[in-house]
DNA sequence: CCCGGAATAT
DNA sequence: CATATTCCGG
């Protein structure tokens, strides 16, 4: 929540951002996953993990905690300012025409705007169940690698190579990056059909994190957004949205060419290929499917110069500059030997080019 | 079950 | 609009 107050003299700024509060299930989802755990040894290992999530979000909420009293400080400041401002122009009248000019709003005038109060339950216990949820938690440091995945020993023995999903390190430190983002909010609007599952005999109350109270008179000069953070009623969450990182997407090249071009390869074998622990199969397939897309369109305006710049990237070695050049270095592995279908087909678009290539 | 593609959601 | 997830028919 951003607070900002401006006041003629006593400008005073309080921004203190506390995104959402995040742990990835219930309690008791937790404490059910570490008990199915067969792996005595890891279990320590993954409350632990856990924890430290908790821990960091306690961090959070700390700082929110002492903000808070400059907060209410802040509009404490501003309301009596503000109510004093009110009392001097309270005897004189200038006459009922020109009222509308002046937004006053110190006490009646009911149901105007009283557009901040996002006040829905007031229910202050946090705690109970709550639920927010996952980041891929990786601080600072790139080393650090820790899949989320939960019930996976481990698959194939060479596993050692690779578990990298490095979303959130970037490196131009250009971007603001935020580390998380709000809580898509309160969402009126109901699921579509599905969902039918209303009725739990054991609901778990997952109660929306706390909500502060402010003065419900603080007038329009503090804007207020939402605190956030609510908890998702479903159950069944949508997935966490894999984020392809570039080193994920360049594996994912690789794999591809390996296997002969995007339109021959098949998403598992792409996946074992890639040998990424805990990429899902349908998290490459759909991956696939857009960059087959991708592939396929260019000449159909005659302008566009389309970007394919997510193939052409490379991280190791910081060379390309300019794109208006094609900075054609790829060191191109095995032959490319097509699958399947050999047959020369001369119909309409060219049938495997595959190799990010850009023509024209 | 796997795949491709469309419909949706973010 | 781009990208990721889910649904659906083959």
């Known amino acids: 929540m951003g607070f900002e107050k401006k006041m003629g003299e006593n400008s005073r700024q309080l921004n203190l951002d506390v995104g959402s509060i995040f742990v990835p ?11 199915m ?8 290992s993954k409350l632990d993990f856990y924890v430290h999530s908790l821990e960091e979000e306690m961090r959070k909420v700390d700082a929110f ?10 509009l404490r400041d501003a309301i009596e300012t503000l109510k004093k401002e009110s009392l001097r122009w309270k005897g004189r009248e200038m006459g009922p025409v020109m009222e509308e000019f002046i937004p006053l709003k110190g006490d009646s005038e009911g149901g105007g705007r009283a557009k901040l109060s996002t006040d829905f339950s007031e229910k202050k216990n946090w705690m109970s169940s ?3 949820w996952s980041t891929p938690v990786h601080y600072e440091n790139q080393d650090s690698v820790l899949s989320l995945r939960s019930r996976h020993q481990e698959e194939e023995g060479s596993g050692i190579d690779s578990q990298f999903q490095g979303c959130n ?13 709000k809580a898509p909010g309160l969402s009126i609007k109901e699921q579509k059909r599905d969902s039918a599952s209303a009725v739990n005999g054991g609901l778990s109350l997952s109660i929306p994190v706390a909500e502060l109270e402010l003065e419900s008179e603080s007038p329009d000069l503090i804007s207020v957004k939402e605190p956030s953070a609510f908890l998702r009623p479903q159950l ?41 622990d805990g990429l899902t199969n349908d998290e490459v397939k759909s991956h ?17 110069t389309r970007d394919f710049s997510w193939v052409a990237q490379e991280l190791p070695n910081k060379q390309m500059v300019a794109h208006s050049g094609s900075p054609q270095d790829h060191l191109n592995l095995g032959g490319s030997a097509k699958r399947g279908s050999g047959s ?8 495997e080019d595959e190799d990010d290539k850009c023509e024209s």
């Open 169 to 181: 390190n970037i490196k131009n430190s250009g971007g603001a990056f935020l580390p998380f983002k």
């Open 65 to 74: 905690k002492r903000e808070l009293p400059h907060c209410m400080q802040l």
């Open 37 to 44: 755990m067969h792996d005595f040894s890891k279990k320590s």
């Open 344 to 351: 020369a087909i001369g119909g309409d678009s060219m049938e």
């Open 25 to 35: 299930k219930t309690i008791s989802d937790i404490l059910t996953e570490v008990s």
């Open 130 to 132: 709550v639920q927010l």
């Open 288 to 304: 696939l499917q857009k960059y087959r897309l991708h592939i396929r369109k260019l000449p159909s305006t005659s302008g566009g």
């Open 236 to 276: 069944q969450q949508r997935k966490q949205r894999r984020c392809w990182s570039p080193e994920l997407h360049k594996r994912f090249v690789d794999a591809l060419q390996h296997l002969g071009g995007a339109q021959t390869a098949t998403p598992k074998q792409i996946r074992e290929l890639m040998k990424v």
